[in-house]
């Protein structure tokens, strides 16, 4: 990639210098452009001050022919990038209709007043080729100067992201020519990248030089990409899926899905298949488990409802668990969650509910039942399943794996359904 | 906070411009570096080719008194910070006889040959003043150039962060006359940047030249950081608690905490003082609200559990929605969300509910109930308040947008129910 595109990725703001946010945007940013082929040379992050700005904006033009900005797009006095971008570029300030018309739009449509400062929002450097923010009031502008490409963009990540990908990332690739890099993502769950590595060792090897592979762990699962670079997007979707063909046999009981799924949406697309509703009862989860599920649109269709009982009351009351076994054997046991997950199917009438319970941390940790100690259950019409998970001591981890590994256990059991 | 001590952090890997991993060195080297006085002027990553490298170390020698560069000390071919930093002062590699025996040490107590590649990790350039690393083979070190200190560590946080914390930060502190620099951050939600931003303007623009005010927003809430540099830090507190007092009744409704605060964390805390159990009630947000309410460590002395309700059967039989109220009103209405907040206090027996109900989106919108019509509702003791949100049409935002909406209308009703 030695003669390809160069970027520069800039970041504007005194709270990132200052180490007070945390900047996700330049990573977010520079895998997108080596995703189509656009090589970050430098990343840099300066303050709202006009001259640090400018120094970083002359510094860029010598280095890349891409130069991408984030920040300072806010309508309050600190921002200050849009007045820098005009003196950068010696050009005025001008309104832009489209972007008022939109601005505007956005305040009725939340039924709030539109002051000044929101209006400016809407004024642009002269020579900025408006890229339409759908989702929010900060522009996204496109500059073409001295043989350069400029980009600013808001610092929201949710709005910067939504701007890259649906108008700035398509104008790059019909702008230069990148060669043609292609990706497949084989998403596993329920085994560990080591693991995962020893099983497909010898394919890996065996793998051409122009298709690399990426481990990309995350909570509870670990991401396969695949990437080819070539000429031809036809030969190498082929290649690809020839690829995923060899591998696939080493792995099936792990793979989920592939590139955009989520263990969510795979779950949803089986329940639809197999008409099944689904109800959770959650404890050390605490709606974790249920917010992941309502994620996906049209979940209602399938997803009837959760009964979160974080006391032991609404656990009697709402779920029928025994208080005798809640004395005998406590809230995190065998015998209370699979109480759980088959009360909740009954208490909201569903084909199948899935429960946790368990010791999410910091606190609440005994000898035989340390923090960490989570049970989960799925509960379909024919059988119910448990499992026991020995986590660690980090409360938001808990939780996020404990989800995790339940929905693959729910996946696994309607899967297993479906085939048997 | 012009004429304090400029720093420029430097980071040198590959991995980190293509986004193959997050860098979180960056951050944090440059908190630490703020809480002592040292402003960080520049952040940049470079790739591990000398050219790029050499490039940055010249344009950081002019702008900062402080260079901080991380990665590339490892024993591989592809680290070349050592033999790059050589050509940057023009001197030689000299092998370090204390590294030498630490590096030996370290491999004979784990039992391990030591190869050459591991031995050259003890060779430094000439000018080096070496800082011993206790926590791995790559040597710390610094360099006093051309009345510039640089200083060069190991990319592996854990490493990098002992060697600041132990050795750096107390030399920076000891070699630099550095000015006291104090932040205090007001937390607000619940009102927008720019209707914050005219509330406060008289205030803002009163502020001291050594006062600094920054707008941090985020989803539903805007952070207020104060940032006050000078000599004594009593005197910057005492200022930074009137400039807070000052501004306070201008906007005391929004506030909900300061500095390291979570609109959760604040809600528990008045739960706690008042003795108040919680329950809630969700439709649209599916388990969002309960899960960043579970999120606080302790959360279960006062939070019972949650009714996740999306189908309207769970409404009904469950929370004691009545079904005409559904039939002539809809799930979608203030009828609907009061019983809910009502129901859920009565079922799960609690001194407060909260409840969401509403069209996240995408699908799912009605011409007089367009996606992001969504009603919110607090349920105490004495009355039921009840708000209804026109957002935007995704989803995500939707969901995290009334979230924190619900989150600041409960903790508006418990904070009056305390001072009323």
Redesign the interface.
């Given at each position: 990639m030695t003669n390809s595109i160069r970027a520069e990725v800039v970041?504007i703001g005194?709270?990132?210098?200052?180490?007070?946010?945390?900047?996700?945007n330049?990573?977010?940013?520079?895998?997108?452009?080596?995703n189509i082929g656009i090589?970050?040379?430098?990343?840099?992050?300066?303050?709202?001050q006009t001259e640090?700005i400018l120094q970083?904006l002359h510094?860029a033009h010598q280095r890349a022919d891409v130069i991408i900005i984030t920040g300072g797009l806010?309508?309050?006095?600190?921002d200050i990038t849009k007045k820098t971008l005009c003196t950068y570029f010696s050009v005025e300030l001008v309104r832009n209709q489209t972007a008022l018309a939109l601005v505007t739009q956005f305040f009725e449509?939340?039924?709030?007043?539109m002051?000044d400062?929101?209006r400016g929002q809407a004024d642009l450097p002269a020579n900025a080729v408006y890229m339409q923010n759908d989702?929010g009031t900060a522009p996204g502008m496109w500059f073409d100067y001295e043989g350069r490409v400029y980009v600013s963009l808001p610092g929201?990540p949710?709005e910067m992201k939504h701007l890259m990908a649906n108008r700035i990332l398509p104008k790059l690739r019909a702008s230069f020519e990148t060669p043609v890099i292609k990706h497949k993502m084989i998403l596993t769950a329920g085994i560990g990248e080591s693991f995962l590595a020893e099983r497909i060792e010898t394919w890996e090897d065996a793998l051409p030089p122009h298709i690399r592979l990426?481990y990309l762990p995350s909570f509870g699962g670990v991401r396969l990409r695949l990437t080819a670079t070539g000429q031809d997007e036809a030969v190498l979707d082929r290649e690809l899926a020839e690829q995923v063909e060899n591998v696939l046999p080493l792995i099936e009981k792990n793979v989920y899905g592939y590139d955009d799924d989520t263990l969510e949406s795979v779950i949803g697309y089986l329940l639809l298949r197999q008409n099944l509703t689904l109800a959770?009862a959650?404890s050390c989860?605490?709606?974790?488990?249920?917010?992941r599920?309502?994620?996906v649109?049209?979940?209602?269709a399938y997803?009837?409802?959760?009964?979160?009982?974080?006391?032991n009351?609404?656990k009697v009351n709402?779920l029928g668990v025994k208080p005798e076994t809640l004395e005998q054997f406590g809230a995190v046991s065998e015998e209370t969650i699979r109480q759980m997950a088959e009360g909740v199917r009954k208490?909201?009438?569903t084909d199948v509910g899935i429960a946790t319970s368990g010791i999410a941390?910091?606190?609440g940790g005994t000898p035989d039942k340390p923090v960490g100690t989570i049970w989960i259950a799925c509960a379909i019409p024919d059988r119910t399943v448990t499992r026991l998970l020995k986590l660690g001591q980090y409360?938001?981890q808990n939780?996020q794996l404990t989800t995790t590994y339940l929905l693959n256990l729910l996946r696994e059991t309607i899967s297993e359904n479906v085939n048997g």
């Open positions: 970041t005194d709270e990132i210098l200052f180490g007070q946010i945390t900047d996700t330049t990573q977010w940013i520079s895998t997108e452009l080596t090589r970050t040379v430098r990343k840099s992050s300066v303050g709202d640090a970083i510094e806010g309508p309050t006095k600190d449509k939340r039924g709030r007043e002051t400062l929101n989702w929201v949710f990426a959770t959650e989860t605490g709606g974790f488990v249920a917010s599920i309502t994620s649109p049209g979940s209602s997803f009837w409802g959760s009964i979160i009982a974080y006391s009351d609404v709402q208490t909201l009438g941390g910091p606190d409360r938001d939780i």
